[in-house]
């Protein structure tokens, strides 16, 4: 039995292991706190307003991950209900800002790497032993994507519940583990996977016996029962796909061997940068990567069937590695088929199998096998905090992000150049746009996204003709997105084609119902046209359509209000301009400028908002600031105002 005093210093030494261990996380991960959202962030984050109330809990519980806010749900979609929800307490405390979020993150990553030093520390009864692999996972240049991407936060929140699951189980505190494996399994599917990582844990650890094994283990298949069938019949995000073909799922799995390969490379030698991969699949069964497959797999269980011998902490390792990479093995095609935060999870298993060695190979024990071991470890452990660091350091100058995606030769090498093209139009320089969106074309000549950008050029050029032709071009390769006719409209009417635009944005408004810009555009057309009725039913109709979604709502009724205010309806424009003020007054930017018309704020207040919190929307106060001066009466500072910004304002 282990004295008090040596419990006392092996707590002291845990705590002080576990700083480390924090602390190096956030030194590396730091240097990208408060990086602009990328790529799927848009959607996951930026657009999608079920973040942004507390209240609407149980609707963030029947959306996919990735939020459409259409009708149809593609089975395709992520379920992860419990990181949406995640997302939305950020977005309580932080709004869009994402140095929030990368706190979050990294919080999460201090958690999944504290509680793996504290199961090796089970594992091992050693500290120093089980501290060195954890630090070593905890500054790995792999996990950057998981942690500093953060819409793959699935993939840490999960890992850390399905690591105390583990953690409570071997404490027979089946309750909690149970509600931790409940809680990974709404963090990201993968989870699923836990009854077999306790299965694992009984073998090597725990060995209960046979019946208090099955009474321990039975409830956790029970639960991943019901998960799966929730899925498949009760949850609008349905599990699995509706039909697979079984034989092309065997060509994907034969085809992973390369790419495997590829994932032990990310390992042992991270790059500066990398980017999710695709995999080329094999046609025919007797293609070379096949044979190549067929060999990393009987080395893998061969090595798999020497640990099982001895059924301690390297059999552990070496199954949760292989056990961890099954999800990602193509069964099911997926996009995308390669990634680097893929191997959260799996390099754990290797983490394990690192301290299995050291505990062997006593070198925690012996001077000499210290030293060996030290000045191997060392310099490791530099290269991937330099490497971790440099990607980290990548990721907080967005410019610079795309400009190394742009380089990196993967196939998804246009996005870098699409989003230089984006920024460059952002910031007004189309000149310097054009030769990266040119490059993006000429990689993927078929991505709407890039026609779509393309027509924005144009349109910034004065080149209607020209911008017409590409939003075209991006509704041909994907006509389900109705934004690209929205973008047609937008053409046509500045060609002052109104009725065209009408009859482009009836049609859209069947497929998107709860657009704003729909109704917004079809206001204008109508507006112009002189069917002001019109006008008024379809922005009656639009407030109706877009109710369930803040945003478009609010959208909407700004430009109702506007339309009020053109026509000379004081009353109705007023009404519309205080409910903006009154009922929706934490909506971005529209609720400043209600107030600003309303009277509620002076110009002077408004313009010190726009100062601090809507940066790159000065352009646009010349319009509400005269609004606001009208619709007081004001017109001595009507006067003035059109007086000091005549030049502006022409």
Known sequence: MQNPSARIESRHSTLIFSFIICAAIFLLYSVSFGHNFLFDEESIILKNPLIRDLSQVLEIFKQPYFYQGLPEISWSQYYRPLTTLTFAIDY??????????N???????????????????????????????????????IHTEAVTYIASRGDVLGTFFILLALFLYWKS????????????????????????????????FVKSDRKNFLKKVTPFIILNVIYILFRKFICPVPLGPPSNDWGQALLRVLSMGPPFLSYLEAIFIPEVFKFSLTVNFSKTFHDPQVLLTLGVVFLLLAGWVLTLRRRGAAFFG??????????????????????????????????????????????????????VFFVLYFPFFSFLCYRTW??????????TYFQYLAKSGARYAHFGYQNLGRLALEGGEPD???VSLKTAESIEPHSDVTQNLLGLYYLQKGKLEDALNHFN???????????????????????????????????????????????????????????????????????????????EEVTLLMAVARMSYRQGW?????????????????????????????????????????????????????GYTLMSFVMQKKWDDVEKFLEKNKDSLE
């Not at 109104?498 to 109704?519: H, N």
């Not at 009154?582 to 107030?595: L, M, N």
Request: charged share 20%.
């Open 103 to 141: 706190l979050t993150n990294t919080l999460l990553q201090c958690g999944v790497c504290v509680l793996l030093f504290k199961l090796l520390s089970m594992m091992f009864k050693d500290t120093l032993t089980a501290f060195l692999p954890a630090l070593l996972y905890s500054v790995h240049t």
């Open 473 to 551: 071009l991006a509704y041909q390769c994907n006509s389900v997105n109705q934004v690209y006719r929205i973008n047609t409209s937008y053409i046509l009417m500045r060609m002052e084609k109104y009725q065209e635009v009408v009859e482009i944005l009836e049609k859209a408004q069947k497929g998107v119902p709860e657009y704003s810009s729909v109704y917004i555009n079809l206001l204008a057309a109508n507006e112009l046209l002189g069917n002001i009725d019109a006008a008024r039913q379809w922005g009656a109709k639009g407030l109706v359509m877009t109710r369930k979604n803040e945003w």
């Open 432 to 434: 310097k746009a054009i």
């Open 390 to 399: 440099e990607r980290n350091k990548i990721y907080n100058d967005t410019e």
């Open 318 to 371: 070496m199954s949760v590695f292989l056990v961890s990479f099954l999800p990602y093995l193509q069964i099911i095609h997926f996009y995308p088929e390669w990634a680097e935060h893929y191997l959260y999870m799996p390099a754990i298993g290797l983490t394990i199998l690192l301290g299995s060695f050291l505990k062997h190979a006593g070198v925690t024990r012996s001077k000499r096998a210290f030293i």
């Open 92 to 101: 309580h405390f932080w709004n869009v800002n994402p140095l929030g979020y």
């Open 173 to 204: 505190r089946i309750l909690g583990a149970l509600l931790a494996h409940a809680l990974a399994l709404f963090s990201k599917e993968s989870a699923i996977l836990l009854p077999a990582y306790i299965v694992l844990l009984e073998l090597a």
């Open 570 to 622: 004081e009353d109705v424009a007023k009404a519309r301009f205080t409910e903006i003020a009154e009922k929706h007054a934490k909506v971005f930017w529209y609720s400043d400028i209600a107030r600003l018309i309303i009277g509620k704020i002076t110009t002077q207040e408004f313009s010190k908002l726009v100062e601090s919190r809507y940066f790159g929307f000065e352009n646009s106060t010349q």
